[in-house]
């Protein structure tokens, strides 16, 4: 073999190498090319990494971005309370609404199921006393299911608002301020009206109807949780005018540690009739 | 302890409320916040060895006494009649105003008060209570200067 043989020997054998390399890399490229033009092919590789990604984000979004979405929530809502509250409050009262009515179902339901225990010696002797007294048996259950109590006593000077004396069952707040405000509201409400000789009778407040009963030089208000029915309002209103009879005769209206010693004695026993 | 009903009346805006805060509180603040109605406060304080209970009615501002509800100026023991030194319109008919509040109310006390004395120039005083003789007291609410006095004062004339 001479020179030149050997020479297109060697040729032959790298260059045929190299085209078989070039060769392969070339389809490889054609493959890696069709696969990113096409959309399908495409799909089928990054697909499952992209889910498997989204699944792993999505396991992590409660540690990685509640902080951050409760705080942005916070905050959001303390922006337009206005926008929130206009978009609860129709959610809310439809819950409400429901909650009440399904209440007074079976509050109905226990007055009907009362009513019929016509047979038993309570149911007799309430019906009796239906008979006689013209109150309804039905206010009458009513009556004794949430039973009326007098909470508290403040008896106040017309006009100032000056505290004369006072009972209550437990602490409320400044009994002085709240004569005062209580009189600035009888004296609002009264002078709003412009027609004399006619009183503010009572104050709803919460889950209390605050009575107020006027006399000549001071007036009688009294604080009554329960159902305070028309009934009970007479009852009261009897036992007020026996209690300022008696603070009358004992002349202690000036005299505050006396005067809420009686209001003590009378209104700590007082019970209603339904009681 | 007795109790006395103190109303506080005057026009918009001359410290009644903060005159009531600085005494019953001790504080003052510049926000001016209107009030609406009437606010009833208290405070007890000894006078003569005796405990007095004020009850003091801060009512809202208006130009003129015939405005305020009747109702809040009934079995009234005792007013106070507040002017802004610095504005004159607040007590130009300080003599009507009483007048109207002693006929119409029990011929009670009245104490007139000059307040706001903290935006006097310093050394000034003493020529304003010269010129505005027909007032019972300067004070400051803002410095809290005569306020007590002028409390102590009415509940005095009171008891």
Known sequence: ?275 | MVSKKIVIVGHFGVGKTSLIRRFVEDVFTEDYKVTIGVHILKKTLIVNDQEVNLILWDTEGTDTIEDIRKAYLLGTHGFIFVCDITRPSTYENIAAQKEYLSSNFNNVPILSIGNKTDLLPKGSISDKKEELDFLDMLVSAKEGNNVNRLFERIAKLLI
Request: proline share 1%; glycine share 4%; no cysteine.
């Open chain 1, 1 to 275: 073999m001479n020179e030149d043989e050997k020479l297109a020997l060697l040729k032959t054998i790298l260059l045929t190498d190299e085209r078989e390399y070039a060769e392969n890399i070339s389809a490889k490229i054609n493959i890696l090319e069709e696969t990113l033009r096409e959309r399908q092919k495409l799909s089928e590789k990054i697909n499952p990494i992209i889910r498997d990604e989204l699944e792993e984000f999505s396991a992590s979004i409660p540690q990685r971005l509640g902080p951050t979405i409760t705080e942005t929530l916070k905050i959001q809502i303390a922006k337009s309370k206005d926008e929130v509250v206009e978009a609860l409050y129709p959610i809310m009262g439809k819950m409400i609404k429901k909650y009440i009515s399904q209440e007074l179902k079976m509050l109905t339901e226990k007055v009907n199921a009362t009513a019929k225990e016509t047979l038993s010696l309570a149911g007799l002797k309430r019906k009796i006393m239906a008979i006689f007294t013209g109150v309804s048996e039905k206010e009458m259950i009513l009556s004794n299911m949430v039973n009326a109590q007098v909470e508290q006593v403040f008896l106040i000077e017309k006009g100032s608002g000056i505290l004369l004396g006072s009972y209550q069952m437990k602490d409320t707040v400044d009994k002085d301020m709240l004569s005062g405000m209580l009189t600035a509201i009888k004296g609002f409400v009264e002078d709003a009206f412009k027609e004399k000789g006619h009183d503010l009778q009572s104050i709803e407040y919460d889950l209390y109807v605050i009575h107020l009963h006027s006399f000549h030089k001071y007036y009688i208000a009294t604080a009554v949780s329960g159902t305070f029915t028309e009934t009970l309002e007479g009852e009261l209103e009897s036992f007020n005018l026996e209690v300022s009879q008696e603070i009358n005769k004992k002349d202690i209206i000036n005299h505050r540690d006396q005067l809420e010693e009686l209001l003590l004695k009378n209104y700590s026993n007082l019970k209603f009739s339904n009681q």
